[in-house]
């Protein structure tokens, strides 16, 4: 009689293959997300006039305050400051 693998148990591989996977998904996401963050506040520093603020209520992108402006560059919230 040959060595059937449960069902149980092959679930369980499965669940470790696919939390593995996730797991390397979110390091990834991790390390793009701290070059960005690098990258801006690399932009930022350098260029005149332009501060990042916290997020919009839109919650596409952060607020960008330039020229005593506020604005979101993903929908069309903006006020003056
Ligand atoms: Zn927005």
């Known amino acids: ?47 005149d006039d332009v501060t990042i603020g916290g997020p919009c209520r839109c919650g596409q992108s952060l607020l960008i305050l330039s020229n005593q402006s506020l604005y979101c560059p993903q929908c069309s919230y903006r006020r003056t400051v």
């Open 1 to 47: 009689m040959g060595r059937r693998i449960r069902p149980d148990s092959a679930r369980r591989r499965q669940l470790h293959r696919r939390l593995r996977d996730l797991e390397a998904d979110l390091e990834e996401c991790s390390r793009h997300l701290v070059q960005l963050e690098n990258t801006l506040r690399h932009i930022v520093r350098t260029t």
